[in-house]
């Protein structure tokens, strides 16, 4: 169980380093309070991270000192420890307590600020109370009107309170501010779903496919294509699911059997066989 995990981004395998931190982060393998960073020598990393769903600590690029490392660990480690006693609250599904504590930590650490208003919302949001939350993401669009996590949160209080249409036109107005935002996409999806607009909520998570090409997204474009008969796009999709993680440790034999499947479901029993 380590405590900080520094992790090259090429590391001369089928598996690469993004996929090793989404290994790790979707099979419960880190500790809440391990620390993740990147280092790369791509400079146009920063696109993969912001638009990364399992995103590191933090990255840095080479080549990297030990006088670098350490002042962003300085920080890192700064602001775990302000938000130690809210982070120990929402670890064991206490959200009611994580919200009275994060009214404590924004008198005494204002400087995180916009963390903690982040967490009590999301937090009012599992006590089942979107209208408490509602008011806190406005609060903080109040301050900075650019905040797409914040407008993406009201979107999600929307949709709890069952105004699907205002729901809707929120998720929208986060993708026209940032259209690399992935949560929106997956949100608007969910909404469009909800609304019976099959085609709409593939379409959504087509296009986040195109901003992260990777096999959990792939899937995702499978799941929804199969459900809405759509088989010729769920062949492509889990053909592209396979083929992105082919060797990796995110390879998920489910993918291939969907796939078989899926050449059964068209016809082509000697294809399912071989796949």
Request: proline share 3%; glycine share 4%.
């Amino acid at each position: 169980s380590y405590d900080i995990i520094v992790c090259d981004y090429n590391m001369n395998k089928d598996t690469n380093g993004q996929q090793l931190l989404e290994y790790l982060r979707s099979q419960n393998l880190l500790s809440p309070s391990a620390i993740f960073i990147m280092v790369t020598a791509e400079n146009n990393y920063t696109l993969v991270a912001s638009a990364a769903e399992f995103q590191p600590d933090a990255y840095m690029v080479k080549p990297l000192t030990g006088g670098k490392l350490l002042e962003r660990l300085d920080r890192l480690l700064d602001k775990q420890n302000a938000l130690k006693a809210v982070s120990s609250k929402i670890n064991r599904k206490d959200y009611a307590g994580a919200v009275a504590e994060c009214d404590v930590v924004m008198q005494s650490e204002p400087k995180w600020a916009a963390e903690v208003i982040k967490i009590k919302a999301s937090s009012l949001l599992e006590l089942g109370k979107p209208d408490e939350a509602l008011a806190v993401y406005q609060k903080a669009l109040s301050l900075r009107d650019d905040l797409v996590w914040a407008k993406l949160g009201v979107a999600r209080c929307y949709l709890m309170s069952g105004d699907l249409n205002e729901a809707k036109l929120a998720a929208k107005d986060v993708l026209t501010l940032s259209s690399q935002y992935i949560p929106a996409y997956d949100l608007l999806a969910k909404i469009s779903e909800a609304l019976g607009e099959d085609e709409e909520a593939l379409n959504s998570l087509n296009r986040s496919y195109d901003v992260i090409p990777s096999a959990r997204r792939s899937r995702m474009v499978g799941d929804a294509a199969y459900r809405s008969g759509n088989t010729e796009l769920a062949r492509t999709a889990f053909e592209r699911a396979v083929n992105h993680t082919k060797g990796s440790v995110t390879a998920y034999p489910s993918d291939v059997i969907s796939l078989a499947q899926i050449h059964i479901d068209l016809g082509n029993a000697n294809l399912a066989l071989e796949t």
